[in-house]
């Protein structure tokens, strides 16, 4: 027996006048507010997350995050990885009614990679030369040089595909007037609550099973629990890992719990004194206690960075850690040319583990001279600030404080957005502003080919050089927590942190 309540939220009147009173209603709590709808110009895992209720794209992934066809049944390449022939479902239709064929797909990749549009994303699919619809079922993508995770690529939220129609009509409105194919139709979008109702028409027999979802915007770790124990959601993400054992004790919860593959970092700015100079990236490096950072902001639930490629993903090849060291640091600070240290501002999410994280940052740091000021942004300034400077040296972060994980399952997605030195903002997403020629020269060859013992030789190579050039702090790789009631089923917390929710189903 389905026990059927109303949601019980803010803002929930819009939805109810266009679903019925009483539905099968499923409301997820998150960290942060969403920055936009249109999957091919957001840099953030939750958006992505959001933009898949509403679209899909040619591949995707399942919930142990395996590579999987969804608008695409199959592909062939040739052996050089140069071509890729994709075979397409057919009599799928968008939500406005308009069909899913190649032309569709071509006209999105062809918006995606133009450059003059400047869509955040548009360095997925950069590689490819040409699009061609051969027939509706059948669409083909010539590259302009050998690129072996292409499919990976394929498989990321932006590349979800958007109705033409709707492009054509909205323009740079369709960030919110999104149309797609997926499980759920677009209602509404406010800053801080996301709402979307069942597909009636969807492709999938007996999906959704749920009648609408509701994410919204829970910054603060203990209001976000609460709303879960209060029944005012069936979901919430991150559990706060300080009230795990707060969350054991309600019977009527599970706690999720499983490996990632979010890495959690400082970037300093590599273009501005003082982290020009390496013995300061070093310094400050061996002044973070990595495994207290665990303790007090995760507690505990974050394992030590040891690469910049982390365990869970191809390729990974584990480093020498950075030890705890105040009288190193110290030492490296003096040669360097501060031995009295300096001041410095650290940039960041405004959620309670993110701004926790830079407090710990700014206590560990104080022990070697380094003053820094903390500040917290919401989603929306933080990617004006950060991500949408146009030349480098207009950047005025100092230290960002972030986590990234890299949603196409490769780890050219790990290093090629972070540490390219091509993928300087607004580009991508390098706001380490890092390059090494050598770097660039191993990531370029690690996709250069589909080659796996050549691909490990140069991923190896890149992970050492970065390494040692501690253009970062390297702090944790993140063990996801979740929460949810136990009448609900069918949820996936994907290992970059992303959710599909396209199965879920309250009993």
Same mark, same amino acid.
Do not use: C
């Given at each position: 027996?389905?026990? #059927?309540?109303? /949601?019980?939220?803010?803002?929930?009147?819009?939805?109810?006048?266009?679903?019925?009173?009483?539905?099968?209603?499923?409301?997820?709590?998150?960290?942060?507010?969403?920055?936009?709808?249109?999957?091919? +110009?957001?840099?953030?895992?939750?958006?992505?997350?959001?933009?898949?209720?509403?679209?899909?794209?040619?591949?995707?992934?399942?919930?142990?995050?395996?590579?999987?066809?969804?608008?695409?049944?199959?592909?062939?390449?040739?052996?050089?990885? %140069?071509?890729?022939?994709?075979?397409?479902?057919?009599?799928?239709?968008?939500?406005?009614?308009?069909?899913?064929?190649?032309?569709?797909?071509?006209?999105?990749?062809?918006?995606?990679?133009?450059?003059?549009?400047?869509?955040?994303?548009?360095?997925?699919?950069?590689?490819?030369?040409?699009?061609?619809? /051969?027939?509706?079922?059948?669409?083909?993508?010539?590259?302009?040089?050998?690129?072996?995770?292409?499919?990976?690529?394929?498989?990321?939220?932006?590349?979800?595909?958007?109705?033409?129609?709707?492009?054509?009509?909205?323009?740079?409105?369709?960030?919110?007037?999104?149309?797609?194919?997926? !499980?759920?139709?677009?209602?509404?979008?406010?800053?801080?609550?996301?709402?979307?109702?069942?597909?009636?028409?969807?492709?999938?027999?007996?999906?959704?099973?749920?009648?609408?979802?509701?994410?919204?915007?829970?910054?603060?770790?203990?209001?976000?629990?609460?709303?879960?124990?209060?029944?005012?959601?069936?979901?919430?993400?991150?559990?706060?890992?300080?009230?795990?054992?707060?969350?054991?004790?309600?019977?009527?919860?599970?706690?999720?719990?499983?490996?990632?593959?979010?890495?959690?970092?400082?970037?300093?700015?590599?273009?501005?004194?003082?982290?020009?100079?390496?013995?300061?990236?070093?310094?400050?490096?061996?002044?973070?206690?990595?495994?207290?950072?665990?303790?007090?902001?995760?507690?505990?639930?974050?394992?030590?960075?040891?690469?910049?490629?982390?365990?869970?993903?191809?390729?990974?090849?584990?480093?020498?850690?950075?030890?705890?060291?105040?009288?190193?640091?110290?030492?490296?600070?003096?040669?360097?040319?501060?031995?009295?240290?300096?001041?410095?501002?650290? %940039?960041?999410?405004? +959620?309670?583990?993110?701004?926790?994280?830079?407090?710990?940052?700014?206590?560990?740091?104080?022990?070697?001279?380094?003053?820094?000021?903390?500040?917290?942004?919401?989603?929306?300034?933080? %990617?004006?600030?950060?991500?949408?400077?146009?030349?480098?040296?207009?950047?005025?972060?100092? #230290?960002?404080?972030?986590?990234?994980?890299?949603?196409?399952?490769?780890?050219?997605?790990?290093?090629?957005?972070?540490?390219?030195?091509?993928?300087?903002?607004?580009?991508?997403?390098?706001?380490?502003?890092?390059?090494? !020629?050598?770097?660039?020269?191993?990531?370029?060859?690690?996709?250069?080919?589909?080659?796996?013992?050549?691909?490990?030789?140069?991923?190896?190579?890149?992970?050492? #050089?970065?390494?040692?050039?501690?253009?970062?702090?390297?702090?944790?790789?993140?063990?996801?927590?979740?929460?949810?009631?136990?009448?609900?089923?069918?949820?996936?917390?994907?290992?970059?942190?992303?959710?599909?929710?396209?199965?879920?189903?309250?009993?």
């Amino acid at each position: 027996m389905f026990k #059927l309540k109303t /949601i019980a939220l803010a803002g929930a009147l819009a939805l109810a006048a266009a679903m019925p009173a009483w539905a099968k209603d499923l409301v997820v709590g998150v960290p942060d507010n969403l920055t936009g709808l249109d999957p091919h +110009n957001v840099n953030d895992t939750l958006s992505q997350s959001a933009s898949k209720l509403i679209f899909q794209g040619l591949f995707g992934f399942d919930g142990d995050m395996k590579l999987i066809p969804v608008l695409a049944e199959g592909y062939e390449s040739n052996k050089e990885a %140069t071509e890729f022939t994709i075979r397409l479902r057919k009599g799928i239709k968008f939500h406005d009614g308009t069909p899913f064929n190649a032309e569709a797909a071509k006209i999105n990749f062809e918006r995606l990679v133009n450059p003059e549009n400047r869509l955040s994303r548009a360095s997925l699919l950069t590689m490819v030369e040409k699009f061609e619809a /051969i027939d509706d079922a059948t669409l083909k993508l010539t590259l302009k040089e050998p690129f072996g995770a292409l499919i990976n690529n394929l498989a990321h939220a932006g590349t979800l595909i958007h109705s033409p129609a709707a492009l054509e009509k909205y323009g740079k409105d369709v960030m919110r007037n999104p149309v797609g194919t997926g !499980p759920f139709k677009f209602v509404s979008w406010q800053a801080d609550t996301l709402k979307v109702a069942k597909n009636e028409s969807y492709w999938k027999p007996g999906l959704p099973k749920v009648d609408a979802i509701t994410l919204r915007s829970v910054p603060e770790n203990g209001s976000r629990l609460a709303m879960l124990q209060a029944g005012e959601a069936q979901f919430i993400y991150p559990l706060p890992p300080e009230m795990v054992s707060v969350a054991e004790k309600n019977p009527k919860l599970d706690i999720i719990t499983k490996p990632s593959i979010v890495t959690f970092y400082v970037a300093m700015n590599n273009l501005k004194k003082p982290f020009t100079d390496r013995r300061v990236r070093e310094a400050l490096n061996y002044a973070v206690d990595k495994r207290a950072f665990a303790k007090v902001v995760f507690n505990g639930f974050v394992d030590p960075l040891d690469s910049v490629v982390p365990p869970g993903l191809p390729f990974y090849a584990k480093q020498s850690e950075w030890p705890f060291d105040v009288a190193k640091a110290k030492q490296l600070l003096k040669e360097a040319g501060y031995p009295d240290g300096f001041e410095t501002e650290v %940039t960041g999410a405004n +959620n309670t583990t993110a701004t926790r994280a830079m407090q710990f940052m700014q206590q560990q740091l104080a022990q070697v001279g380094v003053k820094v000021k903390v500040t917290p942004l919401e989603s929306g300034t933080l %990617t004006q600030r950060i991500w949408s400077v146009s030349k480098p040296e207009d950047a005025m972060v100092q #230290l960002y404080y972030g986590g990234w994980s890299a949603s196409t399952g490769d780890p050219d997605w790990q290093l090629r957005p972070l540490l390219y030195g091509e993928s300087f903002p607004p580009k991508l997403f390098n706001v380490a502003y890092y390059a090494n !020629p050598e770097v660039d020269a191993a990531i370029r060859a690690s996709i250069a080919t589909a080659d796996a013992e050549k691909r490990a030789d140069a991923y190896k190579k890149a992970q050492e #050089l970065v390494w040692k050039d501690a253009p970062w702090i390297y702090l944790g790789v993140e063990r996801l927590l979740a929460a949810k009631v136990k009448t609900l089923a069918g949820v996936h917390y994907l290992p970059d942190r992303g959710l599909l929710l396209e199965e879920a189903e309250l009993h």
